[in-house]
């Protein structure tokens, strides 16, 4: 139970006092464990999302530890933002304890989730699958160049337009995605990608996204990277390029109004 807990492993315990049903609902009892040993997890689930000593906070302080792996258990936080009307976040263990015990640090959290179901991590080293579940991205291997995948037509006159709204109490996000080329059974060909998305949250902000992926799908040259954003100002603009030779080339091109936020930065 909660009351059991020791004051180091909660800094909120009027927070965790009054979410106490959906917590223990959704998570269950703290310092729960998902192997006797982590090694041993890890080998046995090489790719799966865990976080071993994870810290669970929610809109102003920690409600919760002990071990995630949030391959099998995002549908958890989901459920618990949803239940609290507030987003949540997964910190690693130095990030919620120790020196940031008063103050955790929500904008490094591993993944977060708000009440109307808008999450967010770190795409550098997180997927999400065709499962529709996380998982961390394989490690990259050495660069091994071939031969790129044989050249198919771009079917061009393939139009279709897809749209996705997420809205609740902290926020949301609106997309329209515009894509040229076939989709389905001819995903062998070239296939491109226009986006426009607005987000509102604790700042607001839009980006436009252009996305490029060729034929074949097949990796022939190591990827590659990064992310400029601008912190001076009530606007800050940012531009973000990745490349993945075989696979997709992606432009994202926005900007953000409003204090820092946590969850888009």
Request: charged share 25%.
């Amino acid at each position: 139970m909660v009351d059991d807990l020791h004051a180091s492993d909660f800094v909120n315990q009027g927070l965790a006092d009054r979410y106490r049903s959906a917590i223990e609902a959704c998570l269950g009892e703290p310092g729960r464990l998902i192997g006797l040993s982590k090694s041993g997890y890890r080998d046995g689930h090489p790719l799966h999302l865990a976080v071993f000593n994870a810290n669970v906070c929610l809109e102003g302080g920690k409600v919760w530890w002990g071990d995630l792996d949030l391959t099998i258990d995002e549908t958890r936080l989901a459920d618990l933002a949803a239940q609290t009307g507030l987003t949540t976040y997964v910190l690693s263990e130095s990030d919620g304890r120790f020196s940031y015990e008063d103050a955790p640090q929500l904008g490094r959290a591993v993944y977060s989730v708000t009440a109307s179901g808008l999450t967010s991590f770190d795409h550098t080293h997180i997927e999400r699958r065709a499962d529709g579940a996380l998982y961390w991205r394989p490690p990259v291997a050495r660069p091994r160049y071939r031969r790129p995948a044989r050249p198919r037509l771009w079917r061009f006159w393939r139009l279709e337009v897809g749209r996705e709204c997420t809205s609740g109490p902290s926020g949301g996000q609106k997309s329209v995605l515009l894509y040229v080329g076939s989709r389905g059974r001819r995903r062998g060909g070239p296939l491109l990608a226009l986006g426009l998305h607005r987000w509102e949250h604790v700042a607001r902000g839009a980006w436009i996204e252009w996305t490029w992926y060729p034929s074949g799908r097949r990796s022939w040259a190591p990827s590659c990277g990064g992310r400029l954003k601008w912190h001076r100002g009530p606007i800050r603009p940012f531009v973000a390029v990745r490349l993945a030779p075989g696979v997709c080339t992606e432009v994202r091109v926005g900007f953000m109004v409003g204090r820092a936020d946590p969850v888009w930065g």
